[in-house]
């Protein structure tokens, strides 16, 4: 069916709208529009009393959702946190009042009639876009479009995962999503649609608000993409349907259930469905209706119940719905207790999210002891490789991966299998050139539990990471992104593949530890911080180019941990100059304490694996950690934006102004100047001056 086709369908539909009554003979179709008008009823409502919000997308969506959450998604609202229940995610998360709607109708007890009341006021479990960890039922926060699409294929991709390693006895379950025109324009849709395609994963179920009008108006103004064979020729199984038709909703949902691959499912809707004048059109996408177009689409749909008032036995329908799903949790939970015992303590501990702290303890220990034993003068994204060897074995729940750069990422650890299709019991994920749905679906693996997913790219497409990287810090997820090739000292591959403003970009997102190790040592203690970090996400910068291991000989504590520390410390006691640096930029710092020494110029040499750390330590910690030096200098292979609250404005930066160059990296960090000789003349000239 062509666009304007598509239209003219919707708006035929609209023509149609039922005339249903709250009192009318109970056959199930009237029952069905009455449960869906409920919805209808108080997205309008809601809307319209915070004056601001979007009641198109529910009321068009209402069929939809009625059907799936009354018949088919597997829930229970006495324990929204069952693992081994159905996911359903809104990434169109602007009609945040289709879920909330249903929430409070199936029985969810804290989405009240007066959180709907308080639609998008400060401290409702209503706010303007669906907040994971804020409002139960909800499984990820969404509103920037694409997201929760590839949120999703990521929650599919951990329940095949887990399903294969404890049976499908206790992992059984699918994810339904519900995206609109904005989602599957975004060009993560693609990304997240071909890797969901590849690996079969067919418990994963997209149900498209097919209707045709975005905010600008038809989307015709915009795209003529036939979404059916996009997604045929991404490996899915895809149909189209009439998306106020509750039957043909229901066979199309029966029938993906069966497929062996992912389920798109384009369902006709009207946007603003049962608004006379502004139904079918973007004037019902993003306002409230107004009191007359309210008054006139209850006319319309029989619905006569004052606003925010669901008839009894319409509520009782709803209520009756939720309750649907208590038998098979139970039952769940029996089979839980009689699953092996070591089986279901690793089942629990991983869906907990708790780590075994001995287990990571002794792997640690074990890789600081052999760098104790042989020092390695090895690049740190190959230290990285020497700790996940030792990590993944100990912790099971490590989920690896790349965007295509396994090689150069060193993700890929010592044993680890691929997962695929084939073999969903693998624990390395090839995403392909995907950085953006990569990132996205460690979200989603995350939000789902029992995994703790990492990745590796390319420091420099952190760009390309980071709408995901930044809900993931939102919503306080554990992903770990290893971020290779992190400076000038990449080399020859140039400026357009080395990173400068890249970790003062990432240490401006809150929540988000951002770790550049200098050396083997720091990695492996960088790899636990980031483990140990369960209410939000890290970066762990790496190196290419081989750096020497600073940290001799054995210590028990994590010295990373307070995100900065007196590596090497001033030759009398009392340092004129403090110098602080970051990753392999703290070797330039050590060989430029030496050449003041020699020219009899006390200074002392402090690493800065994390900023946040750095930032959150007690103020008298932190105060012994800067110092108190006339001068400070900052060395780092990248922009000096952040560095003053470690040295002041009127500190000295040895860094990078602008883009790099295309040369062997040694040649480069003479080129820019990020040489010991450079550090040292720089802290004598302000010696000088001061
Ligand atoms: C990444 C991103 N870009 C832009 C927006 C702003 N925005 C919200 S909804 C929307 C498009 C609305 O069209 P559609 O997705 O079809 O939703 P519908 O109109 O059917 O409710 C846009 C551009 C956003 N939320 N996320």
């Known amino acids: 069916m062509s666009m304007p086709d598509r239209l003219r369908a919707a708006s035929a539909n609209l023509v149609e709208a039922p005339r249903v009554s709250a009192d009318a003979p109970a056959s199930a179709r009237t029952t069905h529009d009455r449960m869906a008008n409920a919805i209808r009823a108080l ?38 946190a069952w693992p081994d229940r159905d996911r359903f995610v809104l990434s169109a998360g602007h009609g945040s009042m289709l879920l909330y709607a249903v929430l409070y109708l199936l029985g969810y007890e804290k989405m009240t009639i007066g959180e709907i009341k308080r639609f998008r006021q400060f401290g409702s479990l ?14 990820t926060t969404t509103g920037p479009l694409g997201q929760g699409l590839a949120n999703a294929v990521g929650m599919a991709i951990a329940e095949r995962h887990l399903a294969a390693l404890f049976g499908s006895d206790i992992v059984d379950h699918s994810t339904y999503v519900l995206a609109s025109d904005g989602d599957l324009m975004e060009g993560i849709s693609q990304e997240a649609i071909a890797l969901a395609g590849h690996l079969k994963l067919r418990k994963l179920i997209v149900l498209f608000d097919d209707n045709g ?9 915009a795209d003529s993409v036939d979404q059916v064979k996009r997604f045929e020729a991404s490996g899915w199984a895809a149909t189209r349907i009439d998306g106020h038709d509750p039957e043909a909703i229901a066979r199309a949902i029966a029938a993906a259930q069966k497929s062996e691959r992912p389920s798109l499912i384009a369902c006709r809707t009207t946007i603003g469905f049962g608004a006379p004048t502004k139904g079918g059109t973007e004037k019902s996408h993003g306002a409230p209706l ?54 279901r303590a690793a ?9 075994a702290p001995e287990r990571l303890g002794a792997a640690v220990r074990a890789v600081k002891a052999k760098l104790a034993e042989t020092p390695k003068e090895i690049a740190t994204r190959a230290a990285s490789e020497l700790a996940l060897d030792t990590l993944t074995a100990a912790l099971p729940e490590m989920i690896g991966g790349s965007a295509d750069l396994t090689g150069s990422n060193n993700t890929r650890a010592k044993g680890m299998t691929v997962m695929s299709a084939a073999d969903y019991a693998g624990s390395f994920i090839h995403y392909g050139v995907r950085e953006h749905a990569m990132a996205a679906a460690m979200n989603g693996m995350a939000l789902h539990g029992g995994i703790i997913p990492y990745s590796g790219t390319f420091l420099i497409f952190s760009d390309y990471c980071r709408p995901a990287i930044r809900l993931a810090a939102l919503m306080g997820q554990r992903v770990i992104h290893v971020m290779t090739h992190d400076s000038i000292g990449l080399g020859e591959d140039g400026p357009t593949h080395q990173p400068v403003e890249h970790l003062a970009a990432l240490r401006a997102i809150p929540n988000l530890k951002v770790f550049r190790p200098c050396d083997a040592v720091e990695t492996i203690e960088c790899w636990q911080l980031a483990l140990q ?33 007196e590596l090497v410390g001033a030759e009398d006691g009392a340092a004129a100059v403090s110098l602080f640096a970051t990753g392999s930029e703290v070797a330039i710092a050590v060989a430029a304490r030496k050449l003041l020494a020699g020219r009899g110029v006390s200074a002392r040499v402090v690493s800065v694996p994390c900023f946040e750390l750095l930032h959150a330590a007690p103020d008298a910690e932190r105060a012994v950690v ?19 609250a470690i040295i ?43």
């Open 213 to 221: 009008i975005s905010i600008d108006g038809p989307l015709t103004l």
């Open 533 to 565: 970090t369960t209410s939000g996400p890290s970066v762990i910068a790496l190196t290419r180019q081989n750096v020497p291991q600073l940290r001799l000989g054995l210590e028990e504590g994590n010295r990373c941990a307070g995100g900065a520390y």
């Open 126 to 139: 209503t706010p303007g876009h669906p907040e994971y960890g804020h409002t139960p039922g909800v499984e």
């Open 626 to 644: 800067i110092g108190s030096a006339t001068i400070n200098v900052a060395v780092e292979a990248g922009i000096r934006q952040g560095w003053d």
């Open 290 to 343: 107004g009191a007359g177009e309210v008054a006139a689409a209850r006319e319309r749909l029989g619905w006569s119940a004052p606003a925010f008032e669901i008839p009894p036995a319409i509520r009782e329908e709803w209520r009756t719905a939720g309750e649907r799903g208590r038998p098979a949790r139970l039952a769940w939970r029996k089979r839980l207790a009689q699953l092996d015992p070591q089986q």
């Open 43 to 80: 997205a309008m409502d809601a809307v319209e009393q915070a004056k601001a919000g979007h009641p198109g997308l529910p009321m068009g969506a209402a069929d939809i959702a009625t059907v799936l959450f009354t018949r088919f998604l597997k829930f229970d609202p006495a324990d929204p």
């Open 347 to 355: 089942f629990e501990r991983r869906s907990r999210g708790a780590l």
């Open 648 to 690: 002041g404005s009127s500190g000295t930066f040895i860094g990078m102004h602008g883009f790099g160059a295309s040369a062997p990296y040694k040649e480069l960090y003479q080129h820019f100047g990020i040489t010991a000789e450079k550090v040292a003349e720089a802290a004598l000239a302000h010696l000088r001056k001061s």
